[in-house]
């Protein structure tokens, strides 16, 4: 299977702040990346697919970015409601993967 | 609008079965596929595997091959995850998921809606 590792695990921001995660793949996947945002007791909500698309409906400030092994997702201007687990995912392979997530905290 | 509805929590044994099932409404059942993740408490996501509603195909991580089977009721659009010889470490919450897109051949796979998730707990 593809191992995906996501840093940092966690992170403490402020509103406003500029917010930056990586992902990275343990080989290449092209552009078949996928970014989820998840809040307690809820199911994951799809951000970004095939690396950098932003799904309908999900705020401009949220980007993403990176090809072959090395992803970013940004959120430009943090919100309050954007503190939240952040996951990748991979879709490149017939099995599945998902990054261990990146917990995004109020400092 | 598209809606999966999942079954009840359940509290089985070790070595019980459970069977969760995923009610699709808004859309036609059998042209998307259905997949299975599941989150143990406080941890990541893992995938379960995928089934095509229209031709019951199916694909399993292959941490699970032997132990879980997809079905589904196309006649009340509805896919059922059956997991066996259940484990401790089974105890997870199990979301079903819908891909974004599908064409007559393939979908893709990222996941844009999801059921509530089914929480099951394993102990004796």
């Known amino acids: 299977d593809i191992q995906m590792t996501q840093s940092p695990s966690s992170l403490s921001a402020s509103v406003g702040d500029r917010v930056t995660i990586t992902c990275r793949a343990s080989q290449s996947i092209s552009n078949y990346l996928n970014w989820y945002q998840q809040k307690p007791g809820k199911a994951p909500k799809l951000l970004i697919y095939?690396?950098?698309s932003l799904q309908n409906g999900v705020p401009s400030r949220f980007s993403g970015s990176g090809s072959g092994t090395d992803f970013t997702l940004t959120i430009s201007s943090l919100q309050p409601e954007d503190f939240a687990t952040y996951y990748c995912q991979q879709s490149y392979s017939s099995s599945l993967t998902f990054g261990g997530g990146t917990k995004v905290e109020l400092k | 609008q598209v809606q999966l509805v999942q079954s009840g929590a359940e509290v089985k044994k070790p070595g019980a079965s459970v069977k969760v099932s995923c009610k699709a409404s808004?859309?036609?059942?059998?042209?998307?596929?259905i997949n299975w993740v599941r989150q143990a408490t406080g941890q990541g996501l893992e995938w379960v595997g995928w089934m095509n509603p229209n031709t019951g195909n199916t694909g399993y991580a292959q941490k699970f091959q032997g132990r879980v089977t997809f079905t589904r009721d196309t006649s009340i659009s509805t896919a059922y995850m059956e997991l066996t010889s259940l484990r401790s470490d089974d105890t997870a919450v199990y979301y079903c998921?819908?891909?974004?897109?599908?064409?007559?051949?393939?979908?893709?796979?990222?996941?844009?809606?999801w059921g509530q998730g089914t929480l099951v707990t394993v102990s004796s």
């Open positions: 095939t690396a950098s």
């Open positions: 998921a819908r891909p974004t897109y599908c064409s007559s051949t393939s979908c893709s796979r990222d996941f844009d809606y």
């Open positions: 808004g859309y036609t059942f059998t042209s998307y596929d």
